[in-house]
C-alpha cells in the first residue's frame, strides 16, 4: 500500500520558517518526480515546487527566493523548507508523486502573528 505522509505544518509568526517533510512507503522515491501543492478553504490547490529525479528544481513565482524543495533518497523523503513566512502562505500542504499521481493527507500551515 503506498502512503505519503507529510509532517512539519504549525503555527509560525510571519518571517519565520518551518521545515515540512514527505516520507514515502510503498514506493520508491528515487527516480520520481516529487512535488509540493497548497490549498487554502475556498481556492483552488496550487503547485508550489517540484523537484526531478536527477534534482532539478522549479518554483511558484510567488515563493521563489524563500522556499527551496529538496530530497533524500536514503530516508526516501521530499523537503521542503520554507523561510521568510508570510500570511499568504497559510494553508493545507500536499506532497505528490507527480507521475504515479499518489496523494498525501497534508499538514496545516498558519502564518500568523
Known amino acids: 500500500q503506498v502512503q505519503l505522509v507529510e509532517s512539519g505544518g504549525g503555527l509560525v509568526q510571519p518571517g519565520g520558517s518551518l521545515t515540512l517533510s514527505c516520507t514515502a512507503s510503498?514506493?520508491?522515491?528515487?527516480?520520481?518526480?516529487m512535488a509540493w501543492y497548497r490549498q487554502v478553504p475556498g481556492k483552488q490547490r496550487e503547485w508550489v515546487a517540484n523537484?526531478?529525479?536527477?534534482?532539478?528544481?522549479n518554483y511558484a513565482d510567488s515563493v521563489k527566493g524563500r522556499f527551496t524543495i529538496s530530497r533524500d533518497n536514503a530516508r526516501n523523503t521530499v523537503y521542503l523548507q520554507t523561510n521568510n513566512l508570510k500570511p499568504e502562505d497559510t494553508g493545507v500542504y500536499y506532497c505528490?508523486?507527480?507521475?504515479?499521481?499518489?496523494w498525501g493527507k497534508g499538514t496545516l500551515v498558519t502564518v500568523s502573528s
Open positions: 510503498g514506493i520508491i522515491l528515487n527516480g520520481n518526480v
Open positions: 505528490k508523486a507527480v507521475v504515479l499521481g499518489y
Open positions: 523537484i526531478g529525479s536527477s534534482g532539478n528544481t
